[in-house]
């Protein structure tokens, strides 16, 4: 099968290759998938400079990417309840192993390869492994927000988009903060009832101005940045919902200040969401995929032969998924 792979880490177009590789078999309880499309999220982008973990191979050759979406093409043994044709999208495609979405063909256990609704193209389907499904944990992951006042942060940008939607969808209302007037008109499309520039005074007042009492959940794209905020504008017992915190990577816990605020901190790292959480994400998922209501932003996309400049948009800070059709 053709696949985009690496054998050592550096820059894009220093190390990644385009070649033949053996197509994998489905094992007991895996499915075999013919992928049509991988999506490079930030996280595949930084395992191949070496800026994961150790920053070394953990393995001798990577075939990147955890998102993807195609066709289950075989079935393993032990798997009776997928169908060889079923559509499907991919999640943790390349976490902790070595074959990874941006080839041809992926075999992975039947349950990393939800059901693709009819109603989500293959391109689209690429995108769900890791921003919807970090979007959908982080806003439901605590309970409903039907009534309540949800902050995310980062509003426009490749997560906080989609959990401007999902809580939107679930009947919260909606402040969204942005940097620029770009992303502020990405986070107004998603149905944000109020975007605010955090760039432009002062914050936790601009949230309070829209939510007087306070916000019962913050989705946090910068955990340590926006602290002291997000501790101004949360109401007592409601939660934090956090899946970076890239400039201030280790910040002052400040215990008592959440200690009376009865507050709850969510680290999120969606790789990590199994068992029955996992189970409710994918099916909480199922209905608003099914309904065509979850608009993609879709910034880029790629023939297989330019994986590089792929991976070089994501760098770049490429607003929307990029995604690389799979021949």
Not at 92 to 111: D, E, H, K, M, V
Not at 193 to 214: C, F, I, K, M
Request: with cysteine.
């Amino acid at each position: 099968m053709q696949a985009a792979y690496f054998d050592g880490m550096g820059p894009a177009r220093d190390v990644l290759e385009l070649g033949e590789v053996e197509t994998p078999t489905p094992g007991p309880g895996e499915v075999l998938v013919r992928l049509r499309t991988s999506a490079v999220n930030p996280s595949d982008a930084k395992l191949r400079a070496g800026k994961r973990g150790d920053g070394r191979m953990p393995f001798a050759r990577i075939v990147p990417h955890s998102d993807g979406a195609g066709e289950i093409a075989a079935l393993g043994a032990g798997v009776g309840d997928r169908q060889v044709g079923e559509r499907v999208y991919i999640w943790n495609g390349q976490w902790q192993r070595p074959l990874g979405t941006c080839a041809q063909y992926i075999a992975l256990p039947s349950q990393q390869a939800p059901r693709l609704p009819d109603a989500v193209d293959f391109r689209q389907g690429a995108c769900i492994g890791i921003p919807v499904m970090t979007a959908q944990h982080c806003v439901f992951a605590d309970g409903p927000v039907a009534g309540q006042s949800v902050l995310v942060t980062g509003g426009g940008g490749r997560v906080g988009r989609y959990a401007v939607q999902l809580a939107k969808l679930g009947g919260a209302r909606v402040i969204a903060t942005v940097s620029n007037a770009e992303k502020a008109k990405l986070a107004e499309s998603a149905g944000a009832d109020a975007v605010l520039n955090y760039n432009e005074g002062d914050l936790a007042r601009q949230v309070l101005t829209h939510a007087p009492e306070g916000v019962e959940r913050i989705v946090e794209v910068a955990f340590g940045a926006n602290l002291e905020t997000a501790l101004k504008v949360l109401k007592p017992g409601g939660t934090i919902a956090s899946y970076g915190s890239d400039q201030v990577m280790r910040p002052t816990f400040p215990f008592y200040d959440f200690m009376f605020k009865n507050a709850t901190l969510r680290a999120v790292l969606v790789y990590l969401v199994e068992g029955e959480a996992r189970a409710e994400m994918i099916a909480g998922l199922d209905e608003t995929l099914a309904s065509g209501r979850l608009d993609f932003n879709i910034g880029e996309v790629h023939p297989l032969q330019e994986v590089a400049a792929a991976h070089e948009a994501v760098e770049a800070g490429a607003v929307g998924s990029v995604v690389i059709d799979i021949p």
